[in-house]
């Protein structure tokens, strides 16, 4: 079964820090591009942080040297550890992959950053 489960979401005063995990199914991580995404409500889904197969990281401006993206080619995950959180990152956080079968999304995690 192709799936992409996200964990680790949670409530969190500004400041504070959360880790986020996706477990993939094998068939749709080895060789793809995982990604992290966020959707705040009323807001356009956009992309936070993203990682290739060989590790080449790229950020939004809004999070970068706040947040780091991570994989574990041997464990099937993606990590996404949220530094310094600001009320402006409270959002839906999606884990993707793309690869050649396509893009495959999970069903999301809800970050709440509290001032």
């Known amino acids: 079964q192709v799936q992409l489960v996200e964990s680790g979401g949670g409530l969190v005063q500004a400041g504070g820090s959360l880790r986020l995990s996706c477990a993939a199914s094998?068939?749709?991580?080895?060789?793809?591009?995982m990604g992290w995404y966020r959707q705040a409500p009323g807001k356009q889904r956009e992309l936070v942080a993203s990682i290739t197969p060989n590790g080449r990281t790229n950020y939004a401006d809004s999070v970068k040297g706040r947040f780091t993206i991570s994989r574990d080619n041997a464990k099937n995950t993606v990590s996404l550890q949220m530094n310094s959180l600001e009320p402006e990152d409270t959002a839906v956080y999606y884990c993707?992959?793309?690869?050649?079968?396509?893009?495959?999304w999970g069903q999301g995690t809800q970050v709440t950053v509290s001032s």
């Open positions: 993707k992959s793309s690869g050649y079968k396509g893009d495959y």
């Open positions: 094998g068939s749709i991580f080895r060789g793809y591009l």
